[in-house]
């Protein structure tokens, strides 16, 4: 059965450095997503991308973070300069298109930044 | 904005025993609404969705929910649970591109 996969499966950064997280969706996906979980919350949304730009993204996604989708198969989320607070388990999803309105997630990539 | 909302963080049942885990909506029109499970280390799996139709949906694993439109509820339910279906449950509803999820509750079934 397909499945989203994300790399790495965890990283530990320090404060100001750029990391770069990285999912490939299923393949005959073409909606995008990123979440985050910080530790004891609810699931968040961030960002969804579509035909090669965001269609939407929260307040959290702010000019710190920029996905991108640079092949055909890779979606990745960067963070340009990480804070302490963007230490959370982080999602990537895919649907096969809006109106199958149900999303595929990977197992998560935990970042910890110190 | 669409929500959801789980009122208990733990639910904890005897293997065997019926399972129910319980969702109320807050949404503007038809709600599209989602439950989905994560087991420890892993990421989120879709377990079943309500669009339209039939308000009994099932879903994966012999879990179904049922919606009710005059409560705004989605509870989940399983008729007998297994120590495996212990883990953490999300309700979720769309909004727009995204889904908004609930809290989570966490799900005990003991031997």
């Known amino acids: 059965e397909p499945e989203v996969t994300q790399t790495p499966s965890h990283q530990v950064t320090q404060m100001g450095q750029e990391v770069i997280l990285r999912c490939v969706p299923i393949?005959?996906?073409?909606?995008f997503y990123w979440y985050r979980q910080i530790l004891g919350q609810k699931v968040e949304f961030l960002v969804s991308f579509y035909n090669n730009e965001i269609s939407e993204k929260s307040e959290i996604f702010d000019d710190q973070f920029s996905v991108e989708r640079p092949d055909g198969s890779n979606f990745t989320l960067k963070i340009r300069s990480t804070k302490l607070e963007d230490s959370a388990m982080y999602f990537c999803?895919?649907?096969?298109?809006?109106?199958?309105?149900?999303?595929?997630f990977g197992p998560g990539t935990r970042l910890t930044v110190t | 904005a669409q929500s959801v909302a789980q009122p208990e963080d733990q639910v904890n049942v005897a293997e065997g025993n019926p399972l129910t885990v319980k969702c109320t909506y807050s949404?503007?029109?038809?709600?599209?609404l989602f439950w989905y499970v994560q087991y420890p280390n892993r990421g989120l799996q879709f377990l079943l969705k309500y669009i339209t139709g039939d308000n009994l949906v099932k879903g994966s694993y012999g879990f179904e929910a049922e919606f009710n439109k005059s409560q705004t509820s989605f509870h989940l339910k399983k008729p007998s649970a297994l120590v495996s279906d212990s883990a953490l449950y999300f309700c979720a509803v769309r909004d727009d591109y995204k889904l908004s999820f609930g809290a989570g509750t966490t799900v005990t079934v003991r031997a």
């Open positions: 949404v503007s029109g038809n709600p599209y």
């Open positions: 393949s005959n996906h073409l909606y």
């Open positions: 999803a895919s649907s096969e298109r809006v109106s199958s309105y149900e999303q595929y």
